[in-house]
């Protein structure tokens, strides 16, 4: 899970991921290891949604799911593992479904299923053995994704990958 720096802070955009973080009340040692990933968005003012986009990654983000996080993947096609934490305790049972529909549509987006109308997306609280499936839209662009979450790029991401431009 090394970055080739040793100083992550010379990463460009990794500062600016941490500098977003340290806004937030009570972030951990494994909220900060997160921002080392890839692709990382957050939706306002809480909600983060990390993306593993190859099998290297998936194997490292494994190691951070907390028993409140929620997983979320694609079953039919080739595509990132995502993890989504907030404060769901926090979220009225509207804003958990539009929480997860938005952690859906961003997964769909990063995988081979983009270009489809409606792909199916797999998810569940790593607390619960119960596994759902929603159906979504994913967004026309990476960039869309940006209009509604933040995400600042890093330069190095943990395995070589590169977002997929729009």
Known sequence: MNLPTRCKLA??????????????????LNAVKLLEFGVYYKYPPDVKVVLALDEKEKRALQTFFLPQDLRVYIPTHQGPLALVRTDWERKSPTQVEQIIALAARITATHSDAANMSSVPVKYRFEKDNETSILKVLPFSSI????????ACDIAAPLSGSKIPTP
């Open 11 to 28: 990463i460009p955009g990794f500062g600016v991921r941490l500098e977003n973080l340290f806004e937030e009340e009570g972030f951990t």
């Open 143 to 150: 960039a869309e994704i940006k209009q509604h979450c933040f």
